[in-house]
């Protein structure tokens, strides 16, 4: 069935669904295989494409953050995602967060309408021979996952992450929260203050909590940026007041004071119905979440639209295995995309397919593929992938993996962080403006 204008791309997450629509657009003939509702996962919710399991957030928008400069070089590449998380952004201060409803639907209407795009709704057990693009992302099925370990060069590796609960709106009682974005930037987020005598009593019942057993499951287990909120919790006390209960830039417009600790929530759709509690991922059973967070002020009745939970992720040890450009390195047009490959979030898992879906359709032109250099934040992700590291985990896009900024003779180093962040933004950007002359 397959011809050299033709392609595989297994799995419609984030990553694959970038990666179809750029093969597609491209006028590659794309045959998409999506398990979902045939095979269902223990965390999505429905079949739709690029569903968001865990938060809404696409995090940071500024240059001067790595993942926002990883935003703006896709939106220079004809990101499908980027489209459509613009399109549906709500509220959420210097980050970018979506409606999850209207973004998964518009990603699913343009891929399942393209002309170049076949859908299958049935699970692969294997990967398939010719030009392939695996995005089966972290929960990919025991049979897919046997398949790929007998892939040449490969150990796969499994670690846990955890999804936030989501609680409507009307059940809060906002006289006790109040109206913040941190630092002063908007006023996106409920915040809900406590007392160091509130924070201490919280303390407490999330390290006695009750928590869902999850086979094999270990604390040194779950990848650092998906901590859940009891485990922060059991490692010091205070660790949540340093985390994602942190008061700092959120002073009460009631008292003009930082509080002890504040749990923010931030907005989940565009009807502001619903709230997502912010850095809350947690394997606590139902009961107990609830029992817990209505410690929290203003959450004393909260109902829940989703109680967080907790799920088996799945990566590939890739350096050695994958190049620079996602691709295998023994076997040529077969690319793997998304978490499975050791990028950590959304928008890393996008930029991956992207990258991929790239690479894929120069090679079906019969060009020669160039990898984006190391100085762009898409490059460094597949530098980071493939460069060897005996200690190999997931990594989010941060300017830590993005080359650093020349320093010529007679030339100082630019101290001021922000200052040089935005000048190794320029860099990349300039980039691919240029990359996007030479395609036209």
């Known amino acids: 069935m397959m011809n050299n204008r033709s392609a595989v791309v297994i799995g419609a997450g984030l990553a694959g669904s970038e990666a179809s629509w750029q093969l597609a657009s491209r006028g590659i003939r794309v045959h998409l295989y999506e398990m979902r509702p045939v095979i269902n996962t223990p965390a999505h919710h429905t079949d739709r494409f690029a569903e968001l399991v865990c938060s809404n957030s696409f995090r940071g928008d500024k240059l001067s953050n790595a993942v926002g400069l990883l935003k703006e070089e896709m939106r220079r590449l004809d990101s499908l995602i980027m489209k459509w998380a613009d399109q549906v952004r709500v509220p959420a201060g210097d980050a970018l967060a979506v409606d999850r409803e209207a973004f998964s639907v518009g ?3 343009t891929l399942m309408q393209h ?6 709704r049935e699970e692969l057990d294997n990967i398939p021979d010719g030009p392939v693009i695996a995005a089966t992302g972290p929960l990919t099925s025991s049979k897919l996952v046997q398949a790929i370990q007998k892939l040449p060069g490969l150990n796969t590796l499994n670690f846990y992450d955890a999804a936030a609960p989501i609680v409507f709106r009307e059940s809060l ?8 974005s941190r630092y002063g930037r908007g006023n996106d987020y409920l915040n809900c203050p406590m007392s160091r005598e509130e924070y201490d009593r919280f303390v407490d ?3 006695l909590a009750e928590t869902a057993e999850i086979h094999g499951f270990e604390e040194t287990g779950v990848f650092e940026g998906c901590m859940p909120i009891e485990s ?4 010091g006390r205070m660790v949540p007041a340093f985390g994602p209960m942190k008061p700092v830039g959120l002073p009460d417009p009631r008292t003009g004071k930082e509080p002890f600790a504040v749990v923010q929530l931030r907005q989940d759709d565009f009807h502001e119905t619903m709230y997502n509690i912010v850095g809350f991922q947690t394997r606590l059973k139902h009961g107990e979440q609830k029992r817990v967070f209505g410690m929290i002020p203003g959450m004393e009745h909260a109902e829940y639209a989703r109680y967080g939970m907790m799920h088996r992720n799945t990566f590939l040890n890739s350096p050695g295995f994958l190049n620079d450009r996602f691709e295998m390195i023994s076997r040529p047009m077969c690319y793997f995309a998304g978490q499975i490959t050791g990028v950590e979030g959304y928008v890393e898992s996008a930029a991956s397919g ?3 879906g790239r690479m894929l359709a120069d090679q079906l032109e019969g060009r020669m593929p160039e990898s984006f250099p190391g100085f762009t934040a898409i490059g460094a992700l597949g530098k980071y992938v493939s460069t060897e590291n005996k200690h190999f985990q997931p990594m989010n896009c941060t300017f830590g993996i993005i080359d650093p900024l020349p320093v010529l003779p007679g030339q100082k ?3 001021d962080k922000k200052e040089r962040y935005e000048a190794v933004a320029a860099r990349s950007l300039h980039f691919f403006d240029s990359y996007n002359i030479k395609e036209d």
């Open 205 to 207: 019942a999330l390290i």
């Open 107 to 109: 990603i699913t209407e």
């Open 413 to 415: 180093r630019i101290r």
């Open 354 to 356: 992207l990258y991929a």
């Open 115 to 120: 002309p170049n795009i076949t859908v299958i």
């Open 173 to 180: 009682d906002e006289s006790k929260m109040y109206r913040l």
């Open 232 to 235: 922060m919790a059991k490692r």
